[in-house]
Structures are given as C-alpha cells and as structure tokens.
C-alpha cells in the first residue's frame, strides 16, 4: 500500500472553541497536529493573556491521554487593545500572536476593529515587540460584494499596513483569491499566509449548485475556478510564504442547516488527509511536507517537529456527524469518500 511519511504537521489557523464543543472537536486536532494556532473568537472574545491562559487551560483538559498537543494562543484585537497589552503578551511564552478581525467580517467577530487606523499604536508595538499579525482580510462595507471583500481588503488596507509597519510579521489568514495571493507573493519575507482545505478542493459551484450546501459556507467564501486554481499553485509551490492553516471552524449542523446559516466549515476529523488529495491530485506529494509541517513553524521561529506520521492512502467515509445530539457538527465532506488514512 501507498505510503507517506512526513514530519509531524501544525494547523496554523484553528478554531476550537470552548465548554462542550471544545471537547467534541479538540481530540481531533489533537491527533492531526502536533500544535495549532488557536483563534481567540469565543463569545466573549480573548483579548487579555490572562484570559487566553484560562482557555489553555480549558484546551490542555480536553486533550485525550497520551497525545502530544499544544496549543499556541492568539490574542483578539479590539479598539482597546494597548501596546501594554501588546507588551505583555510578547512576554507571555504561551501566546503567539494577535488577531484582526474588521468588525463584523465574520463569526463572533462584533468586538472587531472598525477603523484600521485607530489600531495603529498597537500596530506599531506589535512590530517593536515582534508580535506577528493574523489578518481576516475582508472589507465589510455593505456595498461591497461579498465575493469581491477579501481583494478589496488587500488593494485598499493591507498594502497601507504593510508601508506603514514594514517589519511587522503578516499572516493573511485563510486566502481565496488570485489578489492575495499576488500580494503576498509581491511584498516581504514578513507577509506570508495560511491555505484552507476547502478553498483548494472546492470553487463556488460546489456550495451553489444543484441546491445551497450550507456546509461549504465558509469565511472568505468559496470563490470561481481561477481563484482555487491560484491556491492550490501557491500551496504546491514550495514558496515558504504558504503554509497549513485549517481553519477548521465548527458549528451545530442545526445552525448551518438554517435559514441563516453560520459560516464556517470543520475540517479538523480529515485536515492532513484532505491536503494529501490535493497535493497528489496536482503531482504535489513531495511538497506536502514543507507546507504542512516546516513553512508555518519557520515563519513563527518556533521549532520544527521532530516526530513522524504517516499517511496511507486508504480509502474511508467521513461519519455523517461527529458529537453528541446537543452538540452535533456535520463534517467536510460527511458521508463521502477520503482517499488517504493517517495513521
Ligand atoms: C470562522 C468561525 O466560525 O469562527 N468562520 C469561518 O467561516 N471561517 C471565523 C473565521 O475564521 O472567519
Ligand atoms: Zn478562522
């Protein structure tokens, strides 16, 4: 049987949550990654160390015995956010990194900031203080389309940044257009940014045809064939600059499922083996190691893993549900075909 064996991999963007759904979703990454960003957009958000310390905490519970897990905490930015804050977060070992959320871009993301601007002290005291940036990057004016906010993001207020703070390490979190790509490509060794699996397998189509597939929705929203085609170009490139970033984001089916339903997928039950398909399905396999386990480390000068896994391609069907009645949560692509097993 086809095997593969790489370096222990990282999820660079995640979202765990907390109380029961963190312990539904968390034995998941656990066995995928050695460490995960953690994103700090609970209700009400992590905006102090001392609160993303009590949610490690509550995270550290809820990995199952004898897995080897850590989490690596991110702090949200709010228009109270201080560069003490700042400070002491770059003193705190366990917290790795700040999160912009434009307010109302996306879940859980009310507390966000509405004027770049008025963050730029902290900006600048990230950039002192070497504390990287991880950027949702789309606009939220009501008349932008919703399909056109993640590039106008990067033509109208990343690139201000950027000038602005030019040693401040950028993450633009969970890319889907050829714009960002560019940017990325474009500007410093300190701008880099995380892939989905969805945004590399899936277009459009799949969440609009034939019927709404509220399980694709996901923010940034799936875009046209050409965007994917510029992901899965750079994910497969070798270009350190991209690198694994799940953003593997649970929700109850039952509010997915719904006249208004919540964006997010979850990805963490399948996340390496999803990556395998796309790398294979592109001639890719041998560059799977750099994105998943070496770019994102290097990047936040954190230690490459030492352990191995290995991936088999084995083929397998996603449950329908994972979780408990009151915490159900349906799966990227529950009830069909994975082409590759970990472990
Ligand atoms: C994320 C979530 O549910 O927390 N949803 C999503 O669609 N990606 C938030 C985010 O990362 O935008
Ligand atoms: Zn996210």
């Known amino acids: 049987m086809e095997k593969l064996i790489i370096t222990c991999p990282d999820d660079w963007h995640c979202h765990v949550r907390n109380g029961e759904m963190l312990k539904t979703v968390l034995p998941h990454t656990a066995r995928q990654f050695a460490r995960a960003i953690i994103m700090p957009n609970l209700k009400p958000p992590v905006t102090t160390v001392a609160e993303a310390l009590n949610y490690r905490a509550e995270i550290l519970q809820a990995i199952p015995k004898g897995l080897n897990f850590t989490p690596l905490m991110t702090l949200y930015l709010t228009s109270s956010t201080t560069p003490l804050d700042v400070q002491q977060a770059s003193e705190n070992p366990h917290v790795v990194a700040f999160k912009l959320y434009p307010a109302g871009a996306t879940t859980n993301s009310d507390a966000g900031v509405s004027q770049l601007q008025a963050i730029y002290p902290v900006l600048a005291a990230m950039q002192d203080f070497d504390m990287p940036l991880l950027v949702h990057g789309e606009v939220t004016d009501a008349e932008c389309d919703i399909f056109d906010r993640e590039q106008v993001f990067v033509e109208t207020q990343l690139g201000a940044i950027v000038r602005e703070f030019p040693a401040l390490r950028i993450v633009l979190e969970h890319v889907t257009t050829e714009a960002a790509v560019q940017f990325v490509l474009e500007n410093s060794a300190n701008i880099a940014a995380t892939i989905t699996p969805q945004h590399l397998l899936y277009n459009r189509n799949a969440m609009l045809v034939g019927g709404i597939k509220p399980h694709f929705y996901c923010l940034p929203i799936l875009k046209r064939e050409q965007h994917r085609l510029a992901l899965v170009e750079a994910a497969i490139s070798g270009n350190p600059k991209f690198f694994l970033g799940t953003d593997s984001a649970p929700h109850l089916t039952t509010l997915k499922e719904n006249a208004c339903g919540c964006a ?21 396999l041998d560059k799977l190691e750099g994105f998943a386990s070496f770019f994102g480390a290097d990047f936040y000068r954190l230690p490459r893993n030492t352990e191995i896994v290995t991936l088999t391609k084995s083929t397998w069907t996603v449950p329908d549900s994972y979780g408990e009645a009151e915490c159900r949560i349906t799966p990227l692509r529950a009830g069909e075909a994975v082409h590759w097993k970990l472990g």
């Open 264 to 284: 997010g997928c979850f990805s963490a039950h399948a996340a390496l083996e999803l990556y395998a398909e796309i790398f294979e399905a592109n001639n890719a």
